[in-house]
Each structure stands twice: as structure tokens, then as C-alpha cells.
């Protein structure tokens, strides 16, 4: 970083440039003050460091007794002070370079991160795993192509390293590397080494296509598909839904995984999907019944672990469909209430017009059968006196205009008959039987 007196000096000339030239003089400082700033606080944690185990040996000879670490930490802790001759020291005395912390995490990760050139040089010397992977998969390849240490790359590629590794999230080193230099370098490397894009795919392809065949194997045996299997309590379709794997997850939902299963945190497979922007699967999920507002121990919706605004914003639309769809369907509800309701009403209409219908019937019935008793009076007439019969047409008058009334009428079988009296007059039987 520049000196004060060297930033007076320069103020004359800062003053003449314009505003974007300035404000990008300004980045640049800043730019500068920064590293400076890292290298100071990496010096000063090296001297706490050295401090610290210094202090501790004193304290343990004064005191008779030493206290003692596991191999690894002690591998690691010299990596990580960037103490090549102690490193070399330990594998000497039989310490594996390829031991790990907790996380997976191994010396040559770690030199590889912090771009310690000469200590991962004395670590691939000593037969290191150059494709070692920690608990998220990811290799030192990884991490130097990620830090854009192009020295780190070239080195690790010449030992062999893995250009198609994978890591947990589906991303190979060339992936995550943002260094053009860097980048170059890697995809040189996979076009000297005949890597297509069909290769990459199948790289990519090949960790679902094993939790595939092992979701099958779990199905044929009848095993439990939401018991946890992965850190943390996760489930197989958490995992799923975490890496986007579209082909495990609908085999999954299809032998009833289920989508509000919950791992330590909470989390159901729809926070996961949206936490590692996986918007295929949430729609996959969200579809198969997952809960857009199930929460976690934090009290947090998938929307609320999102951090991509874009997967976000589909995640809002996914949610808006749902209240609509939802909306919709209690309407329908309702509606479907209010017609079985209005049933009654419409049912009593039928039976008035039943009721007309039936009347028009009986009067269609007792003018068929005034016709019927013309002819068979036509007939008798012949063998009856004249006289008998027009006394018999008066009485059948009387009779008629007593129906018309309302009272009752007997036909020509004997029965007696009840119909209403609007059926009098021209309507009625009297009318066909008028002479």
C-alpha cells in the first residue's frame, strides 16, 4: 500500500482525473489497503500461533508433563502455519498425509486453500491422495480452482487429479473457477484429455444414478424410506431435493416418501430445495402436497432460508397458484352446497307440473270414454225404443252438469268417477255428449 507522503504527492494529479477515473483510483487504494491488511492479520495470527506453543511447552516442562494430539490435528496445525520441514518431519516419522479432521478435511485441502505451494509439494511427495474428498465431496482440486491458484491447479493436474470430480452440490472444479487464467488452464487440461460434454453430463449423472439403484434396493426390501440417512438427520428425498436430483425424487414420491418429513432442524425437503436453489424440485415437491409455509425449529418457511432472488420470486409464484387453486376449491365447495340446497325448491316445481300433467291425463281419459259410450249407445239404439233413449240423454245431461259441479259422475262401467269441476261446461263430458 502506498505511503502517506506518497498519496500528498499524488493528490494533484488525482484532482485532474474525472469522476469515473477517480472512483476507479479509489477501488484500486482500497484494493491495495485491503491485501496489505490480510497479510498483516495472517503475520500477526502466525506470531500468536508460534506464541501460544511456545508458551504451552514452557508450561508443560515446568510442570513435568506434556499434553499430547492426535496425529491429524498435529498434520494439519503445522500445514496450516505453512511449516513445510515440520510436515515433512511428521510423514518421516509415519504420520499419514492423507489423515483428516472432522470434516473431512485434509492437510493437502488446507494448503491447497491457503496456496502453501511448497507444503503441498512435500505432501504429493509423500503419496497424498491428490483426489482425497471431504464431507461435502469436494477435492483439493476444488478448492484451488475455487481460490483461482492457477501454480496450485497445474501442479494437482499434473499428479493426476480428477478434472470430473463432483462435489455434494453437483459442481466439478471448473465450475467454481472465476479466474479467467485459472479457468483457462482447467479447460485446456479436459480438451487434452478428449473430455466432452457428453462425459461431463455423464459425470454429472452418475452419484443420482447410484442413489437410484439404491432407493430401488431399499424399495425391493420393504425398508423404511424417510428414516434418516444423511447429516443432520436428513431423509433420502432431503438429499434429494437438495442436490436436484429430479429422477430420485419422483421415484421416491412415487413409493410415498414422505414430504413433511422433518430432519434436527426442522427442515421438510421443500426448505432444502429452496435453500440450494433447486426450483425443479420444489415444483416437483409443491406439487406432490409440500407445505409452502411448514416451519422449521427457527420458525423459518422455505421462502425465508431462500437466498437467491430469482428462486425466490418462483417459489412466491408457486405460492400464489397454491392460495388460488386452494381459493378455487373451497368456492367450488360452496357453490356445490348451494345447489344441493336449492334441490327442494326445484323439486316442488316438478311435482306442480306432475300434478297438471295428471290432469290433462284424466281428461283426455273421460273424453276417450264419453266417445266409447257414443258408440255403444249408437249400437243399442237400434234394439232400444227412441223414447227410452232420449230420457236416458236427459238424465246423462243432469249427470254431467252435477260433475261440472263437482259431484259424482258414473260412467258407462258402473264406476263412480271424482274430477274437478273446472272440467265442466265445453271441457267436459257433457259437451261430447250434448245431441
Known amino acids: 500500500m502506498a505511503e502517506h507522503l506518497e498519496l500528498l504527492a499524488e493528490m494533484p494529479a488525482v484532482a485532474r482525473l474525472s469522476t469515473p477515473e477517480r472512483l476507479k483510483h479509489a477501488q484500486k487504494r482500497r484494493a491495495q489497503q485491503l491485501k496489505k491488511w490480510a497479510q498483516t492479520e495472517k503475520e500477526i495470527q502466525g506470531m500468536k500461533v508460534a506464541a501460544e506453543r511456545k508458551r504451552r511447552r514452557r508450561k508443560s516442562n515446568s510442570q513435568g508433563k506434556r499434553v499430547t494430539f492426535p496425529a491429524s490435528v498435529q498434520l494439519l496445525e503445522a500445514a496450516a502455519r505453512h511449516d513445510a520441514e515440520e510436515v515433512r518431519q511428521f510423514l518421516q516419522n509415519g504420520i499419514s498425509p492423507d489423515l483428516c479432521n472432522e470434516d473431512g478435511l485434509t492437510?493437502?485441502?488446507?494448503?491447497?486453500?491457503?496456496?502453501?505451494?511448497?507444503?503441498?509439494?512435500?505432501?504429493?511427495?509423500?503419496?497424498?491422495?491428490v483426489n482425497a474428498r471431504d464431507s461435502e465431496l469436494w477435492t483439493p482440486l476444488h478448492a484451488a480452482a475455487t481460490c483461482g491458484h492457477l501454480r496450485l491447479v497445474q501442479l494437482l493436474i499434473q499428479r493426476g487429479a480428477d478434472l470430473l470430480a463432483v462435489n455434494s452440490d453437483g459442481n466439478m472444479p471448473y465450475d467454481l473457477c472465476e479466474d479467467e487464467v485459472t479457468l483457462d488452464c482447467i479447460e485446456t487440461a479436459m480438451a487434452e484429455q478428449g473430455i466432452t460434454q457428453e462425459k461431463i453430463e455423464e459425470a454429472r449423472a452418475a452419484t443420482e444414478r447410484s442413489m437410484v439403484q439404491e432407493i430401488r434396493q431399499l424399495v425391493q426390501a420393504g425398508a423404511d424410506l424417510d428414516a434418516p440417512r444423511g447429516h443432520g438427520g436428513a431423509t433420502l428425498l432431503h438429499i434429494a431435493a437438495a442436490n436436484g436430483y429430479v429422477e430420485a425424487a419422483e421415484l421416491l414420491l412415487e413409493h410415498r416418501a414422505g414430504t413433511s418429513t422433518r430432519d434436527e432442524d426442522g427442515w421438510e425437503p421443500l426448505h432444502a430445495a429452496a435453500c440450494w436453489g433447486q426450483v425443479q424440485l420444489a415444483e416437483l415437491l409443491v406439487a406432490h402436497g409440500a407445505d409452502l409455509n411448514g416451519k422449521s425449529v427457527l420458525d423459518e418457511t422455505p421462502l425465508d432460508v431462500c437466498g437467491d432472488e430469482e428462486v425466490r420470486a418462483k417459489l412466491l409464484e408457486l405460492k400464489h397458484k397454491h392460495d388460488a387453486v386452494m381459493k378455487s376449491h373451497e368456492k367450488h365447495k360452496s357453490l356445490l352446497q348451494r345447489r344441493t340446497s336449492s334441490a327442494g325448491s326445484r323439486g316442488k316445481v316438478v311435482r306442480r307440473v306432475s300434478v297438471s300433467e295428471r290432469t290433462n291425463l284424466y281428461r283426455k281419459e273421460h273424453e276417450r270414454e264419453a266417445i266409447v259410450w257414443q258408440r255403444t249407445e249408437h249400437r243399442d239404439s237400434e234394439d232400444e225404443d227412441r223414447q227410452t233413449d232420449a230420457e236416458l240423454r236427459c238424465h246423462l245431461a243432469v249427470s254431467c252438469w252435477d260433475f261440472g259441479r263437482g259431484f259424482p259422475v258414473r260412467s258407462i262401467a258402473g264406476a263412480v268417477t271424482w274430477c274437478p269441476s273446472f272440467l265442466a261446461g265445453s271441457h267436459g263430458i257433457g259437451a261430447s255428449r250434448a245431441p
Do not use: K, N, R, S
Not at 511448497?118 to 504429493?124: A, E, G, P, Q, Y
Open 107 to 129: 492437510a493437502l485441502h488446507q494448503c491447497c486453500i491457503d496456496d502453501y505451494g511448497d507444503v503441498v509439494t512435500v505432501l504429493l511427495e509423500a503419496g497424498a491422495d
